[in-house]
């Protein structure tokens, strides 16, 4: 909702109205849903891989690779067939390379002299993508829960390095000097993207591996809700110079509720996130995250496709995950169970 909300211009509007402040952004603005979603992606990827290690002292990386495959395919390839026909027409600007890059998952590295707004999203996708690739054979290699955790500080450290690195860095082109970060939108690089999914891989971790003891700490209590409002909000108070450090601070207080979600599953907040409505919403949430590429691009402008335009731009994106869902993905998801 918070990606909806950001390039249906919802933010932009209540600004100029003077019922927004920009301020509040790194609490509500589509980037900061992305790193939600990297956050519970890392805890729930990882809770099957140990789940999985731990019950049979090993990974089928085919099963795995066919399993994330058969969930994460079929709406991209959509996606990918409606802006070809669209590019093909010249509806949408053309971009050989950027549909390359976002078929293969390295749009995360795109040029930003080659960025299209239909698939600025599937770079979030690429991180994912990259992740999925590594972290199995991390698992395989540092076997040991001690060696896990270290892998993890060693990732997170490199993400914060990165992230203050980049854009200090300087390139030349064509006899001129540019600054990375004005060709490349560097933040969204693996590194230092991966470090939420590296927090939630961390909680995981915690669930998996020292579960008794997180277990007493958090279940039937409520101040770890406190906690992670606490990292949630903390950016607000934060002086720009350490903002590297924000997605980070917002991560770690979603991977301790995600934690006590885990340990508290009675809860009423589970029960609130179990009725029926949000149950299906968070079903074709991935569609909804797919089609919104093309329909809403990355913020409302001027187009010659009526279907990019409100109120057909939203309408037309909940349709399409809803349809996705129920005719597409469905059916290719009973598949999952022959590679388990």
Known sequence: MFVLFTHLGVYASLHERGFYNTSLDV????????QVFFTLSGFLISLILLREYKDKNSINLKNFYIRRFLRLLPPLCILLLLVAGFMWVKLIPRSSVGFIMAATYTYNFIPIKLYTGELGH?????????FYFLWPMVLLVFTSTKKRIYFIAAAIFLCITAACAWRNIFVVQSGVRYELGNLYMVDRWLLPAFAPIMVGALAAIAAIEFGTYWKKKLEKQNWPLLIFLFFYTLPLLLPTVIMPLQT?????????LLLWIFFNQQSALCSFLEIKGLNYLGKISYGIYIYQGFFLRTGPEDSEIIAQLFPYNILLTFLAAIVSYEFIEKPVLKLKSKFS
């Open 248 to 256: 980070l601070l917002q991560s770690l207080g979603i991977a301790l």
């Open 27 to 34: 609490l509500f603005s589509g980037n900061t849903g992305v």
């Open 122 to 130: 599937t770079w979030s996708l690429a991180v994912e993508e990259q």
